[in-house]
């Protein structure tokens, strides 16, 4: 599997963004699909998710200015974030998580190589 995402750059506070993340090659079963974000100097974490439920889930922290959908029949999601913030500055990651059923259950964990958003003030 290849994540490619795209639709980061710098942009001004108060405005907002859209990321995709396209999928490709071989799916097994979804466990996890959506994002992470790493600031400069901390972790990577996540910030919004489709679990195998397709229902969306956000990280505590943001919340409120971040949409998560997706379009199944392109094998893509995006991350609308309303309102940029400066802490919103990081390397946005997208993340699939799959489990083989034919490999014994395998889980497969795929990351994106990352798209930056830098907010300035």
Aim: aromatic share 10%; net charge neutral.
């Amino acid at each position: 599997v290849q994540l490619q995402a795209s639709g980061g750059g710098t942009v001004q506070a108060g405005t907002s963004i859209r990321l995709s993340c396209v999928a490709s090659g071989n799916f097994f079963t979804m466990e996890f699909m959506g994002w992470f974000r790493q600031a400069p100097g901390d972790k990577r974490r996540m910030v919004a998710g489709f679990t195998s439920t397709g229902v969306p889930n956000y990280a505590e922290r943001p919340k409120g200015r971040f949409t998560l959908s997706g379009d199944s029949a392109k094998n893509t999601i995006y991350l609308q974030i309303d309102d940029l913030k400066p802490e919103d500055t990081a390397v946005y990651y997208c993340n699939l998580r799959q489990r083989d059923d034919d490999s014994g259950g395998r889980i497969d964990n795929f990351w994106g190589q990352g798209t930056e958003v830098t907010v300035s003030s």
